[in-house]
């Protein structure tokens, strides 16, 4: 804990009398219709923050590079201040897939949508009967519902249901036995449809909600219905010699959102959450439908208080109100394009300010609420 806090522990020591850092953030947004040029300002100590709108202001409307900011309570002195901005995002969006790949490795993204992973999915290829070859033979086949279910086949009304264990519902939660009936010497396409009724029957255990979608003759592929849990419980399972199909099972999609994620570069241990930076790993991963965006720039190089802040940080109660709170007005510094003399700049829309202000308080009449 020391070491998170500092070597101080977290205390903060000053020659001032009553030291107070104030901090806050907003988001930069000259468009947005609350007529205060930025949105979603966070800080107990600042009132509110008037920055240059195009909408009808509700507030001071000052130029646009500059920012007027008042604060909820008065104070004895400015002692100083610092700011920074996080930069907003540029570009088109990017998915992080595999099949996209169109991250670059080294390169530094922002998450613009979390996304969800793909649903997992599998396929089977059945082989064709021959002479009743199949009869009595059976697979294994996992949902994302907890259910397992065995799937034997009965051919032309020849075969039996393998004994793996008593089923559902008096047995072993979750098994159940499916028979698959299918003709004499009918061939692997044939069998594959018939396959996809059974598959895209099978119950979750959920009214009105089946494990499975599925598609296709030669290759079936099958896919969970589960939003909740997108993986499937494992690949599909030929029986036991000599009970088994000789079908070939493979399972093509069952990664997580976090892994997919974590495949791109997102360090372990976070949440990927929208806002969130990382740097690529990767070009691509899994199938998830998350995306970024490249990171813009904030246009702004650094900020500066205009003025002498301790000239306003306690203004009089006027007009029967008994406390205003104090005011600091602050610039946008950037280069232009024809020089190198610093001017006042508009950060760019979506750029994340942030602020602090050191000051000194004083208990006193006029700034009731400290």
Not at 108 to 137: Q, R
Not at 238 to 250: E, I, K, M, R, W
Not at 345 to 360: H, L
Request: aromatic content about 8%.
């Amino acid at each position: 804990m020391a070491n998170a806090l500092g070597n101080n522990g977290g205390r903060l020591y000053s020659f001032a009398s009553q030291p107070v850092l104030i901090d806050c953030n907003f988001v930069v947004d000259s468009t947005n219709g609350n007529g205060l040029g930025q949105r979603a300002l966070k800080g107990q100590g600042v009132r509110q923050v008037y920055m240059h709108t195009s909408a009808t202001p509700v507030g001071p409307n000052p130029a646009a590079g500059y920012a007027w900011i008042n604060l909820k309570s008065n104070y004895n002195r400015y002692l100083g201040g610092f700011s920074g901005a996080v930069s907003p995002i540029a570009g088109n969006s990017i998915n992080i897939d595999a099949t996209d790949a169109a991250l670059t490795v080294g390169s530094p993204y922002i998450i613009t949508s979390v996304g969800a992973a793909a649903a997992g999915t599998a396929t089977i290829a059945p082989v064709a009967d021959s002479s009743g070859s199949l009869a009595s033979k059976y697979f294994v086949l996992y949902d994302s519902y907890g259910n397992t279910f065995v799937i034997w086949f009965s051919v032309s009304g020849v075969g039996s249901a393998p004994s793996l264990g008593l089923a559902a519902p008096y047995g072993t939660p979750g098994l159940h036995y499916v028979q698959q009936s299918i003709f004499t010497n009918d061939t692997a396409a044939t069998i594959g449809a018939d396959l996809v009724l059974t598959i895209q029957n099978l119950p979750s255990g959920i009214n009105g909600v089946m494990s499975f979608t599925a598609s296709g003759t030669t290759t079936v592929t099958v896919v969970t219905t589960s939003t909740v849990v997108p993986q499937l419980a494992g690949i599909p399972m030929d029986g036991v010699s000599p009970l088994n199909t000789g079908f070939t099972f493979a399972l093509t999609v069952n990664d997580n959102n976090l892994q997919d994620w974590q495949g791109v570069g997102l360090p372990a241990g976070l949440t990927p959450a929208v806002g969130q930076s990382f740097v690529a790993k990767a070009t691509g991963f899994g199938k998830s439908t998350g995306s970024v965006h490249a990171p813009g720039v904030s246009n702004i190089l650094t900020t500066e208080v205009i003025g002498d802040p301790n000239l306003s940080i306690a203004p009089m109660p006027m007009g029967g109100s008994p406390h205003t709170g104090g005011w600091i007005l602050v610039q946008f510094l950037g280069i232009p394009s024809s020089g190198q003399v610093p001017v006042a700049t508009a950060p760019a829309n979506g750029s994340v300010i942030g602020m602090s202000f050191y000051v000194d308080a004083k208990f006193s009449p006029s700034n009731i609420g400290l």
